[in-house]
């Protein structure tokens, strides 16, 4: 039997918590003799229409950090639900869940991608508007980096697991927001929200504006930049863009927002030069103070997503002017005002 520590973590935690939370296990990822299981665990309020808050890890393998910070959030969340009482009323109107690896064989092997050489963020049926280079996801080769699978296809066990459990989490909510979290694209943490297929702004960015602005006015001194993911690259198949496309937006009666935390691990590589000769290197910190700094950093994230999810009223407006005025300081903001 094959070892993971952070399946490992996952299950020592979901045996800890008993009742207290509820967990999944959504699908196995295979690949001969190993087998790992891809867990779910959730905390909070069991209405379905109640407001929704996810987090998400592991999508790529190689990036094993975006699965331990995952894991990191969720036991300081686990810890929290048990002794904060504001934390403790707050679950009781929203639902959190966490979903750290979802790619375990792609942690175990090192592999950017699943056990069939799937990227699992090309691999979504979701066309980009554009040509897209190799990096954006191709059909030639499976042996090749960025691979989506072939055309016609289902999706991969893992994003097929993914993408069904986010739909059965948020499928009634009035407010969902998700959080998946990435590594190995530039100096600094990026937030990054809709579309990966195409460089059009998408329908919700009125709202992606005006968390941007409240996160602005709550944490000043915050570090990341906040942004469509198009700005720094297109891709065909994303499963965000899938995700969001996929879920009814009637008159606006519920509201969904994906973002992906893209962690700037350059900044690792920059700081030692020489792990860039390790797999893991360019995606991941290796010196120990590092790695430990890179799993306190986004607790602040984490509580004000919290708070955004659950006070909702604080940046959502249901005046039609207001998401105007929004909208189009947006534009100015990202799109050069188109
Ligand atoms: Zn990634």
């Known amino acids: 039997m094959s070892f993971l520590p952070e399946i490992q973590q996952i299950e020592n935690k979901i045996q800890e918590l008993g009742a207290s939370a509820r967990s999944e296990i959504l699908a196995y990822s295979e690949l001969g003799n190993l087998k790992f299981p891809i867990h779910k665990v959730s905390f909070g309020s069991l209405d379905p229409q109640a407001p929704v808050l996810g987090f998400v890890g592991g999508v790529h393998g190689l990036e094993r950090i975006g699965a331990q910070v995952c894991l990191a959030l969720m036991n300081s969340l686990a810890e929290l ?57 191709h059909r030639f080769s499976r042996k090749l980096p960025w691979y989506r699978g072939e055309l016609g296809a289902d999706m991969e066990i893992e994003s097929h697991a993914l993408v069904q459990a986010v739909q059965k989490e948020i499928s009634q909510s009035r407010l969902a927001l998700t959080l998946d979290i990435h590594s190995g694209f530039g100096l600094q943490d990026q937030l990054w929200f809709p579309y990966a297929k ?17 996160l602005d006015r709550t944490y000043p001194y915050h570090f990341y930049r906040f942004e469509p993911q198009a700005k720094n690259y297109t891709t065909h198949g994303d499963l965000w863009d899938y995700l969001y496309d996929q879920t009814p937006r009637s008159q606006s009666e519920q509201i969904y927002l994906p973002l ?6 350059w900044l690792w590589v920059k700081k030692n030069p020489l792990q860039i000769f390790k797999a893991e290197g360019p995606f991941n910190p290796l010196i120990g103070h590092r790695h430990k700094r890179t799993l306190r950093r986004h607790n602040t994230l984490m509580e004000f997503l919290i708070r955004a999810v659950s006070s909702p009223e604080s940046w959502i407006s249901a005046s039609s002017e207001v998401q105007a005025q ?13």
């Open 81 to 137: 639900a048990a002794w904060d009482k504001g934390l403790q009323r707050t679950l009781q109107d929203i639902r959190i869940f966490f979903i750290p690896t979802v790619n375990p064989v792609g942690i175990y092997r090192k592999t950017r991608c699943n056990p069939h050489g799937v990227d699992l963020m090309r691999n979504a049926p979701v066309e980009a508007d554009a040509p897209q280079p190799w990096i954006g996801g």
């Open 198 to 214: 195409t460089v059009q702004p998408f329908p919700d960015l009125h709202h992606a504006f005006s968390l941007k602005q409240l």
């Open 260 to 265: 992906c935390l893209e962690m700037g691990s």
């Open 326 to 338: 929004h909208r189009l300081a947006a534009q100015e903001l990202w799109y050069g005002g188109v």
